[in-house]
T-cell receptor, first 113, second 113 residues
């Protein structure tokens, strides 16, 4: 049972480069989320998708774009990476038995130099 | 503004002691309050959760106390063990499909053997 799978696990980018973080879930959940985790800041919501075909901004959306490709996949794109985007990125999906539990991937550690 | 404030930022407890982490929220529309546990290099995982219609929920050594009028809730870890050393996040959300989950800043707990 894979749950939520993120790729890649690690990435180093140069300032100005672009990349896409991939996320896929196999739990048939409707809702998916992208968070970034920084020391002392907790988990901050970047974007989320309540259901296939919809996306909404979270707390810190600037510099990011997302695509809900289908029910399983939700990708996060950095068009022009900046050092301030150095962080650990987590994808999550939601929809346990009571539609409340969020399941997280293992994270992507991104460094922008 | 939807916000969840968590304290303390870090906590050191002796083995066998009680660990207490506190959170406060602002938005009274929240109706589901989970706690997540995160070990280094891993994504957060649901530990225990409570709804505002009860004042306390206990699962093994973990207890959530909830004060609806004060808009505060706390996690108590009884008989703390070295294996409990992790980062703990409180969160708030709505029990409605697709609603975003807002996290506190996290508490790094270290249990001394």
């Amino acid at each position: 049972n894979a749950g939520v799978t993120q790729t890649p696990k690690f990435q180093v980018l140069k300032t100005g480069q672009s990349m896409t973080l991939q996320c896929a879930q196999d739990m048939n959940h409707n809702s998916m989320y992208w968070y970034r985790q920084d020391p002392g800041m907790g988990l901050r919501l970047i974007y989320y998708s309540a259901s296939e075909g919809t996306t909404d901004k979270g707390e810190v959306p600037n510099g990011y774009n997302v695509s809900r490709l289908n029910k399983r996949e939700f990708s996060l794109r950095l068009e022009s990476a900046a050092p301030s985007q150095t962080s650990v990125y987590f994808c999550a999906s939601r929809g346990g038995r009571t539609n409340t539990e969020a399941f997280f991937g293992q994270g992507t550690r991104l460094t922008v130099v | 503004q939807q916000q969840v404030k968590q304290s303390p930022q870090s906590l050191i407890v002796q083995k066998g002691g009680i660990s207490i982490i506190n959170c406060a929220y602002e938005n009274t529309a929240f109706d589901y309050f989970p706690w997540y546990q995160q070990f280094p290099g891993k994504g957060p995982a649901l530990l225990i959760a409570i709804r505002p219609d009860v004042s306390e929920k206990k699962e093994g050594r973990f207890t959530i106390s909830f004060n609806k009028s004060a808009k505060q809730f706390s996690l108590h870890i009884m008989d703390s063990q070295p294996g409990d050393s992790a980062t703990y996040f409180c969160a708030a959300t709505r029990d409605t499909g697709g609603f975003k989950t807002i996290f506190g800043a996290g508490t790094r707990l270290f249990v001394k053997a």
